[in-house]
């Protein structure tokens, strides 16, 4: 357990870099057990104890089914983070992957490898954030063979590091009012907070749905101060879903879209919008631990303002951080990815610790295209893209590209860089420079399992160092043209020696700061240096 003396130099160094401007609150730290067998846990199976080594009085055995959960209920004494203990064991061949949600939100994927044997009990850990109070955890199964066999969750709670809500914040709830005063008990509209905020003001929306109908704009010229973004900001430990069922398929009918610059948008979940989920057209923006799933184009996308902006202020220098895309898909199967910088994106724009799964159409798109030329370049590191072109629901569509990482179209050369990132079990590439015939750096990467080409590159001057493939679903060799040397183990049929490194059931978590933690076979992946 972390002690309360490391936590708080971990404040004081997180101080000293001048990053927090806010006194953290204090961090506490405190663990408990909480087995599967007992009230309040809750079992879609039966409680059983034939298989010796459980502690308590026996574990669950869930039935072997999709979605046949175990749920915990964990308290924590403040906002703040937990890093969660399951004790399990499977005794079948096969992984057996479940959907961790804490309070009804994703929070990653456990694997669950197999133990080998039912008496084989061992733990999976992941870090989620929670709230003060009681929080749901559930660990729902994604596949017909269900659950392993689940002993218990030890969680161990600290405090968070999160700025407190100042005094001079706007609070934004699902039942706030236009006229309200914005405070933490006369909560207003994130529509009226985003027209009442002052540069590098703070808006914080409590957890909870937000049923729009409507798009959510903040308008161009809306902006923060190069010293301090203006954040738009989940309150600590809660969760805000805008939700924009209410819209029809439509390209105007976008979700969230930040048009102003020098934002700072964390922890908010973005579902269902007509068009893109989240629509960012500003520059210098940091959007943070968002979620944008089930929306009708692609999830977050940058691109310019309108038909009319000029190039000079197509958006630029944004930053995407420990944000996860998935289940976005358009009626037509052919446009929606997880990420979009394409067709009208500048300069200096960053993915980093992100995850793209699910989508119909590819986990990143850059395309360009002729009418508008190149886009700026664009670096994507130490991110995850798997399960591209296909739902978690099953559905395909034959019109979806599939791939994982797709990085340019129509023969324009666009120098991007991708780095540290994992392409997995994506239905068509793992990365594709997709007729881009640029100088792309591309290094230390991973990429398996996918249906086609793990890295598909057929023109260009790229340079590849320290990549690595394994296993071509179609047995298809990997292709590159430019510089790649003897540090890169590309497929040609065989599985190099490192790929012993790289088998097993794929997991992923986001670690409390903010950091891409991807599993197989149980082991932490580390890329490049
Ligand atoms: C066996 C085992 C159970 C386990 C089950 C399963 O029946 O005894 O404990 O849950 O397999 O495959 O899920
Ligand atoms: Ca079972």
Not at 24 to 35: G, I, M, N, Q, V
Not at 56 to 70: D, I, L, Q, S
Not at 71 to 93: H, K, M, W
Not at 339 to 346: I, M
Request: charge should be negative.
């Amino acid at each position: 357990m972390r002690s309360k003396e490391s936590l708080s130099l971990l404040a004081c160094a997180a101080l000293a870099t001048g990053a927090v401007v806010a006194l953290p609150t204090a961090a506490s730290a405190a663990s408990a057990r909480y087995e599967a067998e007992s009230a309040p846990a809750t079992c879609d199976g039966s409680v059983d104890a034939d298989h010796t080594g459980y502690t308590g009085t026996g574990f669950c055995n869930g039935r072997n089914a999709v979605g046949a959960a175990v749920q915990f209920t964990v308290s924590a004494g403040q906002d703040g983070t937990a890093t969660l203990a399951f004790r399990f064991a499977n005794g079948a061949a096969s992984a057996r992957p479940a959907e961790v949600t804490v309070n009804g939100a994703a929070a990653g994927i456990a694997s669950f490898e197999s133990t080998g044997t039912w008496t084989g009990w061992t733990t999976k850990t992941l870090t989620v954030p929670v709230r003060s109070g009681a929080n749901t955890v559930r660990l729902s199964p994604t596949t017909a063979a269900g659950l392993p066999n689940v002993d218990r969750l030890d969680a161990e709670t600290t405090g968070t590091t999160t700025p407190p809500p100042s005094a001079t914040a706007l609070y934004v709830a699902p039942n706030g009012t236009d006229g309200a005063a914005g405070t933490l008990s006369a909560p207003t509209t994130l529509t009226s907070a985003i027209s009442r905020v002052a540069p590098g003001g703070t808006i914080y929306l409590r957890g909870g749905t937000y049923a729009y109908a409507q798009t959510v704009t903040v308008p161009a010229g809306n902006n923060g101060t190069a010293s301090t973004r203006t954040r738009l900001s989940a309150y600590p430990g809660e969760r805000p879903v805008l939700d924009f069922s209410a819209m029809t398929e439509a390209p105007a009918n976008r979700g969230l879209v930040l048009n102003g610059s020098y934002w700072h948008v964390h922890g908010i979940t973005v579902q269902r919008a007509g068009d893109n989920g989240i629509y960012v057209g500003g520059s210098n923006n940091v959007v943070e631990r968002t979620v944008t799933r089930f929306n009708r184009d692609t999830g977050l996308q940058l691109g310019r303002i309108a038909s009319t902006t000029p190039r000079e202020q197509w958006p630029s220098h944004n930053l995407v951080l420990s944000a996860e895309s998935h289940d976005n898909a358009d009626s037509d199967g052919e446009d929606a990815d997880g990420f979009a910088a394409k067709l009208t994106v500048g300069p200096g724009n960053v993915f980093r610790h992100t995850v793209a799964h699910h989508n119909i159409d590819d986990g990143w798109d850059l395309y360009t295209k002729p009418d508008t030329g190149p886009i700026g370049a664009v670096t994507i590191e130490d991110s995850l893209a798997y399960g591209n072109g296909t739902l978690s629901d099953g559905t395909v569509n034959a019109n979806g590209d599939r791939n994982g990482y797709k990085l340019g179209g129509e023969d324009i050369p666009v120098d991007h860089v991708v780095r540290r990132s994992i392409a997995h079990g994506n239905g068509k590439h793992g990365f594709t420079y997709n007729s881009n015939p640029g100088s792309m750096k591309v290094s230390d990467n991973l990429s398996v399992d996918n249906a086609q080409r793990n890295y598909s590159w057929d023109a260009g001057t790229s340079v590849f160092r320290g990549n690595t493939s394994c296993r071509s679903g179609s047995g298809s060799n990997d292709k590159t043209v430019g510089d790649a040397d003897a540090t890169n183990q590309f497929w040609s049929g065989t599985n190099g020696s490192r790929c012993a490194a790289y088998t097993g059931a794929l997991g992923w978590s986001f670690a409390t700061d903010g950091r891409l933690v991807v599993t197989l076979g149980g082991r932490e992946v580390r890329l490049g240096a």
